[in-house]
Structures are given as structure tokens and as C-alpha cells.
């Protein structure tokens, strides 16, 4: 029983490149989220998937996109990467109250 | 004005301290609250929640909840040199049934040997 896993750990990303970062759990939770987190910001939901097949945004959605292939698996990705998202990114499921989060993935943009 | 607010520290303590660990909330109806710790370079994992007022026991950690002030505090007894970490609040939005949190912006602690 892994919980949350997310790859990759470390990203260094040129302005305008794209990635996908991945996130899997294996605890049949039908929530699913994305966070970022900033020095002095606290963590900010990005986009969420309340079930499968569903997605909605967060409180910070712009120049990402996100999909949720089946019930483990929720992707995020970064179209044309900016220095302004560069941050660490958190995968989230739930079931409520708490939350399992995943190791993170810190991404630089250059 | 953020609907959770947390002083950022960082706070640091001699082992054995008693630590106290303080969140503001805005809105009223907000009815369960969580802590979360974070050790460096790690995800955040869930410490302890409660529902509604009063308090909540779980070893050296007690959570408390004073909804009359909209206040929430973790206290933390004989801390030790392994409870440093950042310490985030969150609260379940009310509008939403997805189970999204807000977070506050942490609270770094270190418990000195």
C-alpha cells in the first residue's frame, strides 16, 4: 500500500517547455486534488477531480490543465511553463476528513 | 482579509517546551478543523482534526477550538528535538462538498536540544 506516489521528484523546465506531472494512489479514494505550495503562501488548491471523470478548478488554475485518466491516476500538466510556476506541486486524495498527500515534485522554471 | 490566517514564525523552543500553535479563521460556519505537519522536503500529513468546539487529545498534542473567537490552536507538550517541522491549519471550505481545504501559510517550528 504505497498511498499517493507522484512523478517526478525534481524538474528543471525552460520557459515555454511542457510537462506532465503524475500522481497514482492506490486507496480507491474518488477525490483527487493538485496543490502547489510557495514560501509564505501556504498550499493552493490548483485543480481538484471529485470523482472520476470529473475535474474543476482551484484557486489558482491558469496555465495548467488536468486530466483523470481512472480512479488512481490524476495528471496535471504545465502547457508552456513559466518562471512564475515554478514551486512545489502536491497531489492530494481524500477520504474525508483527511487527506493523504503524495511526496511532492519540485519544479524550476527557468 | 484570508479566510485562515497563521503566523509564519519561525518559532523556536528548548526541548521540553510547551508549544502553542494559533490559526484565525473568518467564516463562522467552518465546523471541522485539521492540523497538519510538514517535515522538510516532504508531503504534509494529517495530525489531528476536530469537529466543532472544544478540545481534542492525542498524546503530547492537544487541538482546540474556540468558534466564539474563531480561533484554533494546537498545543504541542515536552516537545521534542522530532516535532520540528511546519505545522499547517486547514479548514474544509463551506461552500464546497468535495472536500477542498484551505490551508494556512504554516508555521515553522524548531525544538532545540
Known amino acids: 500500500n504505497a498511498g499517493v506516489t507522484q512523478t517526478p521528484k525534481f524538474q528543471v523546465l525552460k520557459t515555454g517547455q511542457s510537462m506532465t506531472l503524475q500522481c497514482a494512489q492506490d486507496m480507491n479514494h474518488n477525490s483527487m486534488y493538485w496543490y502547489r505550495q510557495d514560501p509564505g503562501m501556504g498550499l493552493r488548491l490548483i485543480y481538484y477531480?471529485?470523482?472520476?471523470?470529473?475535474?474543476d478548478k482551484g484557486e489558482v488554475p491558469n496555465g495548467y490543465n488536468v486530466s483523470r485518466l481512472n480512479k488512481r491516476e490524476f495528471s496535471l500538466r504545465l502547457e508552456s511553463a513559466a518562471p512564475s510556476q515554478t514551486s512545489v506541486y502536491f497531489c492530494?486524495?481524500?477520504?474525508?476528513?483527511?487527506?493523504?498527500f503524495g511526496p511532492g515534485t519540485r519544479l524550476t522554471v527557468l | 482579509q484570508k479566510e485562515v490566517e497563521q503566523d509564519p514564525g519561525p518559532l523556536s523552543v528548548p526541548e521540553g517546551a510547551i508549544v502553542s500553535l494559533n490559526c484565525t479563521y473568518s467564516n463562522s460556519a467552518f465546523q471541522y478543523f485539521m492540523w497538519y505537519r510538514q517535515y522538510s522536503r516532504k508531503g504534509p500529513e494529517l495530525l489531528m482534526y476536530?469537529?466543532?468546539?472544544g478540545n481534542k487529545e492525542d498524546g503530547r498534542f492537544t487541538a482546540q477550538v474556540d468558534k466564539s473567537s474563531k480561533y484554533i490552536s494546537l498545543f504541542i507538550r515536552d516537545s521534542q528535538p522530532s516535532d520540528s517541522a511546519t505545522y499547517l491549519c486547514a479548514i474544509p471550505g463551506v461552500s464546497s462538498n468535495t472536500g477542498k481545504l484551505i490551508f494556512g501559510q504554516g508555521t515553522t517550528l524548531q525544538v532545540k536540544p
Open positions: 477531480s471529485a470523482s472520476e471523470g470529473t475535474t
Open positions: 476536530t469537529y466543532s468546539s
Open positions: 492530494a486524495s481524500s477520504d474525508v476528513p483527511g487527506k493523504g
